[in-house]
């Protein structure tokens, strides 16, 4: 199985910070790389698949990059609605990982 | 609008059975490959299982296979889990969720709001 780890596992910043997430795969998921966002007591939301791609309806100030091993969700500027926990998770192959998540809180 | 809706969930003792629903509206389900994703209490997400469209490829993540089984119905838009065998790490929430249609993605795009699964004694 391919293991995804995400660093660091929680961060806070201020509102209007830039806030960067990686994520590592163990071996090469060339860009099958998604990553989701959840709130307490709430099902995941999808942010962007296929490493940069954002899903219909999520805000501009999320992007993503990378290739290969590393990838990274990027926040332009923090909100406060944006305090969640975030999960990468890869697409290459079965099973499906999840990275372990990172959680944003807002200063 | 996409509605997935599970049930099901209960509190079930070490050995028991039970069986999930996912009731789907407002989208062509019977295009879309669906999963079982499950999140226990305070962890990560951990992907369960997933049926193609037709029924035709089913996968199963090595924790639950030979106690699991996934299935759907087309015609009446829902999606199943049939779990036998229960052991307290499977005390969860269960969510389903639909299979992105970008085969460039293989990613869960929407998912319902989880029914949770409680194994004890």
């Known amino acids: 199985d391919i293991q995804m780890t995400q660093s660091p596992s929680s961060l806070s910043a201020s509102v209007g910070d830039r806030v960067t997430i990686t994520c590592r795969a163990s071996?090469?998921?060339?860009?099958?790389l998604n990553w989701y966002q959840q709130k307490p007591g709430k099902a995941p939301k999808f942010l962007i698949y296929a490493t940069s791609n954002l899903q219909s309806g999520v805000p501009s100030r999320f992007s993503g990059s990378g290739s290969g091993t590393d990838f990274t969700l990027t926040i332009s500027s923090l909100q406060p609605e944006d305090s969640a926990i975030y999960y990468c998770?890869?697409?290459?192959?079965?099973?499906?990982?999840f990275g372990q998540g990172t959680k944003v809180e807002i200063k | 609008e996409v509605q997935l809706v599970e049930s099901g969930g209960d509190l079930v003792q070490p050995g028991g059975s039970l069986r999930l629903s996912c009731a789907a509206s407002?989208?062509?389900?019977?295009?879309?490959?669906m999963n079982w994703v499950r999140q226990a209490p305070g962890r990560g997400l951990e992907w369960v299982s997933y049926i193609s469209s037709s029924g035709t490829t089913i996968n199963y993540a090595d924790s639950v296979k030979g106690r699991f089984t996934i299935s759907r119905d087309n015609a009446k838009n829902s999606l199943s889990l049939q779990m036998n065998s229960l052991r307290a790490e499977d005390t969860a929430i269960y969510y389903c969720?639909?299979?992105?249609?970008?085969?460039?993605?293989?990613?869960?795009?929407?998912w319902g709001q989880g029914t949770l699964v409680t194994v004890s004694s």
């Open positions: 969720a639909t299979d992105k249609l970008d085969l460039a993605a293989r990613a869960f795009d929407y």
């Open positions: 998770q890869q697409g290459y192959s079965t099973p499906r990982t």
């Open positions: 071996q090469s998921i060339t860009r099958y």
């Open positions: 407002g989208f062509t389900f019977s295009i879309y490959g």
